[in-house]
């Protein structure tokens, strides 16, 4: 399987990319990684190069600011449009960038092209929970606004993601509401909630915010402007609580001792919660398997999103979506 990696997106590229991408090459050699960019800057950091690693070069980035739409039209040299373009000519199994997420979302789009029967893909990155299982959130910010028909299409996506990559044999879907009662809601929530009982899903109803992190759910369906409102106060709510942790753990050598003993149990706490460990968030929808990393990923993030692809390509995951959606046809 070969699986392409946009070495120049993200904050630390294409340092940590190549790095991870490193990683991943020696632990499974049944993966071809393809580094796409500026082959003399990545070239800096393949020391003792697997066999299983190769460069496309590709002479120009897509920045963070960029507008998505014109930077993908226009920068045709790009080493995210290099990729995408190589999962399109399936000359790869699929993608992975950590860069400009609405040039990412377009080069799904324009580029690798949507499955048959998907009206709008979702961005589905995988939310840290209690138990160490995670919550698949779709969607998470690809799609400001979405019609109920799109939730069941995206209920149906992260039902099939979470059999295919995590072995979960009958996922619980959940609806992001305000509250568990099947009719409340605004009146996206309301039409969506029969479509979801008629989907080929496990529906468990609506689903409230703060049962996220205690894993009510395999998978959280929202529109993207719910969906990234979630995800950011619980980014945000996380940062907040490590850092006032850290503040009252060094404020005076009684609460320093009190830290040595707590330690190892913090740092299992922010392991698991820790985005790193899931690796990437999915574009499902795609007809190709596309990912997306935090822009702030680190080595081990890459790695773990070439674990998750590896897994998803030998689960034919795209195929697999194609066939519910379609009917089987």
Request: net charge neutral.
């Amino acid at each position: 399987m070969r699986i392409a990696i946009d070495a120049m997106g993200g904050d630390h590229a294409p340092k940590v990319v190549v790095e991870g991408a490193l990683e991943a090459a020696r632990e499974w050699k049944d993966v071809e990684i393809i580094l796409v960019g500026d082959a003399a800057a990545i070239e800096v950091y393949l020391s003792n190069r697997p066999d299983n690693i190769k460069i496309v070069h590709a002479a120009e980035v897509i920045e963070p600011d960029d507008e998505p739409v014109k930077a993908v039209r226009r920068k045709k040299d790009a080493s995210m449009v290099v990729a995408g373009r190589l999962v399109h000519e399936k000359q790869a199994d699929a993608m992975i960038s950590a860069g400009n997420t609405g040039a990412l979302m377009t080069t799904g789009l324009l580029i690798v092209g949507r499955i048959n029967g998907i009206e709008r893909p979702a961005l589905a990155p995988m939310i840290p929970t209690m138990d160490g299982n995670g919550v698949l959130c779709l969607d998470m910010g690809a799609n400001m606004d979405a019609t109920a028909e799109q939730l069941s299409q995206y209920a149906i996506m992260g039902s099939i993601y979470r059999t295919k990559v995590d072995g979960i044999a009958k996922p619980r879907v959940g609806l992001l509401n305000v509250g568990t009662e099947a009719m409340k809601g605004n009146e996206l929530t309301k039409a969506a909630y029969p479509l979801l009982e008629q989907a080929p899903i496990h529906f468990i109803g609506n689903v409230e915010s703060r049962e996220i992190l205690r894993a009510k759910c395999d998978v959280i369906v929202c529109d993207g402007f719910a969906g990234n409102i979630m995800l950011k106060s619980i980014e945000g709510a996380a940062s907040a609580i490590f850092s006032a942790l850290r503040e009252e753990f060094t404020s005076s050598v009684l609460n320093k001792l009190a830290a040595a003993i707590l330690r190892p149990g913090i740092t299992k706490f922010r392991k698991k919660m820790d985005y790193n460990e899931t690796g990437a968030g999915p574009l499902l929808g795609i007809d190709g398997l596309v990912l997306k990393s935090h822009g702030s990923s680190n080595a081990t993030a890459i790695k773990n999103a070439v674990r998750q692809a590896r897994i998803a390509i030998q689960n034919d995951l795209v195929g697999a979506i194609s066939m519910e959606i379609n009917d089987g046809k």
